[in-house]
């Protein structure tokens, strides 16, 4: 299916787990980001990616680590999950200063 | 900081009034765009205006651009019931090492009333 998938949609881990959430886009957009949305709240840049190989740091990169081997995926680890990241995580894409395409979100929640 | 504030937060309105938002940023930008998302959904683009644009319309939508007073306005006009969703700006800007990228407002909820 063409467009930007998320998984898994929904997840619960346990406070030190290490847990990865997966982003794959099939437009071959050059740039891929990774947002946190907390309740009633807006977006906030995790990481972002202008290509493959290529990532730099957003907003809030703190426990966070991403990597980028292929143009089409995206994928986000959390290297030990702490409480403070139990969000809704968002992946978009995008070719340069053009709208972003966002995937569905994964709802984590960390106990 | 965010660099996209929206006014107001929150608006309430009923069928077929016009609901307008307002969203203000800091730096300069490559362009402006406004997301809508549904509740429980991921953000959807509805409409970009560049820096060098001073209006643009879509549809039911009139986006305006000021860059002297660094602000925006989003119109609908005739809204609907199904228009009720929170509303984001988001601004563009060139990055020193990668690029670009979007920075986000904190979105106007509005809910419109049958």
């Known amino acids: 299916d063409a467009g930007i998938t998320q998984s898994p949609r929904y997840k619960i881990t346990e406070t030190g787990r290490q847990v990865t959430l997966m982003c794959h886009q099939t437009?071959?957009?050059?740039?891929m980001f990774w947002y946190r949305q907390d309740l009633g709240h807006g977006l906030r840049l995790i990481y972002y990616s202008a290509a493959a190989d290529i990532t730099d740091k957003g907003e809030v990169p703190d426990g966070y680590v991403v990597s980028r081997s292929k143009t089409e995926n995206f994928p986000l680890t959390l290297e030990s999950a702490t409480r403070s990241q139990t969000s809704v995580y968002f992946c978009a894409s995008s070719e340069s200063m053009g709208p972003q395409y966002f995937g569905p979100g994964t709802r984590l929640t960390v106990t | 900081s965010q660099q996209g504030e929206e006014d107001p937060q929150a608006l309430s309105i009923q069928e077929g009034e016009n609901a307008t938002m307002n969203c203000s940023y800091k730096?300069?930008?490559?362009?402006l765009q406004w997301y809508r998302q549904n509740s429980g959904r991921g953000l959807v683009h509805l409409i970009l205006i560049r820096s060098n644009e001073r209006e643009k319309h879509s549809g039911r939508l009139r986006v305006t651009l000021d860059t002297s007073k660094k602000s925006s306005s989003l119109l609908i006009t005739a809204s609907r019931a199904a228009d009720t969703a929170s509303y984001f700006c988001?601004?563009?800007?060139?990055?020193?090492?990668?690029?670009?990228?979007?920075?986000f407002g904190e979105g106007t909820q509005l809910t419109v009333n049958p």
């Open positions: 730096t300069s930008i490559n362009n």
């Open positions: 988001a601004t563009a800007t060139k990055t020193e090492t990668s690029g670009s990228r979007l920075t």
């Open positions: 437009w071959s957009h050059s740039y």
